[in-house]
């Protein structure tokens, strides 16, 4: 499994877009960036994934450029709802027996 | 919207007793994971379980350890013989297929004192 990084912690105030990097420069090319979200005492919720340009669902939007070493999670206008810890997983998930393996993640606070 | 349901929520327990965590997956999944969180460390994968059979286990996952699907319904983690270091958030998972994305449910925290 590629080894991912990604800033410890995040602030940010309401309303604004906050954009999460992380970079997995050993990806591979069966690999897919996924994003998980958890909120204290709760299990992760999965995201967003993606291969490969721009993937955008009803909550976020996952940019990866051509070489794919890194992504980048986009937030539109968050709100302190939003606050939470935001995991980038790397992996080869359909021939990894589905196995999810979550890094250290980003803490994003939402200010008022 | 359906949900992964956990229970108990919270566990406490003695050391060298028997625990088992019970977990409801989404009913028309077909692949269930446990994965465990220490307080304040990374979440991390214990077993998957696909056709009535572990599929993948972690080295975490030991002899203590034993899963169950003993109906149609409950998916279980079984704990032998608990240990103090076994106290963490335990997080039941299910995914409709292969590579989908994994719901999880909302934990239970089990207490070894």
């Known amino acids: 499994l590629a080894k991912t990084t990604q800033p410890i912690s995040m602030d940010s105030y309401e309303g604004q877009e906050v954009n999460i990097t992380c970079s997995h420069n050993?990806?591979?090319?069966?690999?897919?960036i996924t994003w998980y979200q958890q909120f204290p005492s709760q299990g992760p919720r999965f995201i967003i994934q993606?291969?490969?340009t721009k993937v955008t669902n009803e909550v976020a939007s996952l940019f990866i450029p051509a070489d794919r070493k890194s992504s980048t999670l986009s937030l539109p206008r968050v709100s302190l709802s939003d606050t939470a810890v935001y995991y980038c997983?790397?992996?080869?998930?359909?021939?990894?027996?589905?196995?999810?393996?979550f890094g250290g993640g980003t803490r994003l606070m939402v200010k008022p | 919207e359906p949900e992964v349901t956990q229970t108990p929520s919270h566990q406490v327990t003695q050391m060298g007793q028997e625990v088992i965590l019970r977990c409801v997956p989404i009913?028309?999944?077909?692949?269930f994971y446990w994965y465990r969180q220490i307080l304040g460390q990374k979440v991390e994968f214990l077993v998957s379980?696909?056709?009535?059979?572990?599929?993948?286990k972690s080295e975490i996952f030991d002899d203590q350890f034993s899963v169950e699907r003993p109906d149609g319904s409950n998916f279980t983690l079984k704990i032998r013989s608990t240990k103090l270091e076994d106290s963490a958030m335990y997080f039941c998972?299910?995914?409709?297929?292969?590579?989908?994305?994994?719901?999880f449910g909302p934990g239970t925290r089990l207490t070894v004192t």
């Open positions: 998972a299910s995914s409709p297929v292969l590579a989908g994305e994994q719901y």
């Open positions: 050993n990806i591979a090319t069966n690999d897919y």
């Open positions: 993606g291969y490969k």
């Open positions: 997983l790397v992996g080869d998930i359909p021939n990894a027996g589905n196995m999810l393996t």
């Open positions: 009913s028309n999944h077909l692949y």
């Open positions: 379980f696909y056709n009535n059979e572990i599929s993948e």
